[in-house]
C-alpha cells in the first residue's frame, strides 16, 4: 500500500485550483530533494489541482503568491515544532525546529484563516495548525502516554522498511467519518509527537486505538480545514501495477473533497 509509485494525473483544466505547498524543510529546498514533496503535489495534481510549490526562503515572494492561492497543503516534517510556541519547554525528545518553515507556515495560515481558505495539514501541519490555534503539543507519546503502539518505524525492531500501520477511529457527524465510509480504516504512521490539547475551534475526529490525537477539525466557521496525523499523499492502492500510481479510495477521497472545496475559495490574479 505505502510503495512509491508515480501518480496517474488528470489533465490541466481551467478549473485546476492553485495549491501551495511549503517545503518540507530548509535542508531539502537547498538541495532541491524531491522525492518526499513530490508526493505532495502529485497528490495534489491526482485530485484535480495545481499544486504550487511555496519557497521557506522568500518571503517577499511568499506573500506576493498567496492572494494568487485557492488552498494550502502543509507538509509532513523530520523537524518537530518549537516547543516555547505551545508555552512548553523541550523535555528532551524533540527534533530540532526548522525557523523558515515555521515562519512560512504560520504566514499562510494568518493567510488562510483571514481569506477563509481550505488547508490540508499533514503530520507536522497539523500539529502546527493546532498551535497556531492555541493548542499544545505531546512532545513523544511513547514518553509521555506510555503507548505501546508503533507511530512509527523506530517503535518496531528492527525498523520495518514501511511506516508501520494501524486504525483510526472516527467521530460521529465528522467529515472523516464520511471520507472514510466507515468508523475506522487502516492508516499509515509516522511520527513521535501528537496534539496534547486541541486549538480553538478544533474539533477532534479521530483516534488511534491508544487515544492517540490521529484527526482534527475546524468547527469555527464552514472553511474546509482538516489536519491529519497519518500521510494521505503516499497511501498508495494495492495492485496498481503498471496501470500507473493511485492512491487508496480514503487518501483519494481525502484530496478529492479538499480540491473541491479549494474550487470555491476567491483568489486574486497573479
Not at 56 to 82: C, E, H, M, W, Y
Not at 157 to 168: G, Q, R, S
Request: hydrophobic residues 40%; contains cysteine; aromatic residues 6%.
Amino acid at each position: 500500500m505505502l510503495a512509491r509509485k508515480r501518480l496517474r494525473l488528470r489533465p490541466r483544466g481551467p478549473l485546476r485550483p492553485r495549491v501551495g505547498v511549503p517545503w518540507r524543510t530548509s535542508q531539502e529546498e537547498a538541495e532541491n530533494a524531491r522525492p518526499k514533496i513530490d508526493n505532495y503535489l502529485d497528490a495534489v495534481r491526482l485530485a484535480g489541482g495545481e499544486p504550487v510549490l511555496l519557497s521557506l526562503k522568500d518571503p517577499i515572494q511568499l506573500d506576493r503568491l498567496l492572494p494568487t492561492l485557492s488552498a494550502f497543503v502543509l507538509p509532513g516534517s523530520p523537524n518537530d515544532t518549537a516547543p516555547w510556541l505551545y508555552g512548553a519547554t523541550d523535555r528532551g525528545h524533540c527534533a530540532d525546529p526548522d525557523a523558515d518553515r515555521e515562519r512560512t507556515d504560520w504566514a499562510i495560515l494568518d493567510h488562510a484563516f483571514s481569506r477563509k481558505k481550505p488547508i490540508l495539514g499533514i503530520c507536522y501541519g497539523c500539529q502546527l495548525i493546532n498551535v497556531f490555534l492555541g493548542g499544545t503539543l505531546i512532545q513523544d507519546a511513547r514518553d509521555e502516554m506510555g503507548t505501546n503502539l508503533a507511530h512509527r518505524k523506530r517503535d518496531i525492531f528492527p525498523p520495518p522498511e514501511e511506516d508501520p500501520p494501524h486504525d483510526a477511529i472516527f467521530q460521529p457527524g465528522s467529515r472523516l467519518l464520511r471520507l472514510a465510509g466507515g468508523p475506522h480504516a487502516v492508516i499509515n504512521s509516522a511520527h513521535h509527537q501528537s496534539i496534547a490539547v486541541p486549538g480553538k475551534n478544533l474539533r477532534v475526529t479521530a483516534l488511534a486505538p491508544d487515544g492517540v490525537v490521529e484527526a482534527v477539525e475546524w468547527i469555527g466557521d464552514p472553511n474546509w480545514i482538516i489536519g491529519v496525523q497519518w500521510h494521505p499523499e503516499r497511501m498508495f492502492a494495492e495492485g496498481a501495477g503498471d496501470s500507473g500510481g493511485a492512491l487508496d479510495p480514503f487518501a483519494r477521497r481525502l484530496f478529492e473533497d479538499f480540491v473541491a472545496a479549494a474550487r470555491g475559495a476567491k483568489v486574486a490574479k497573479d
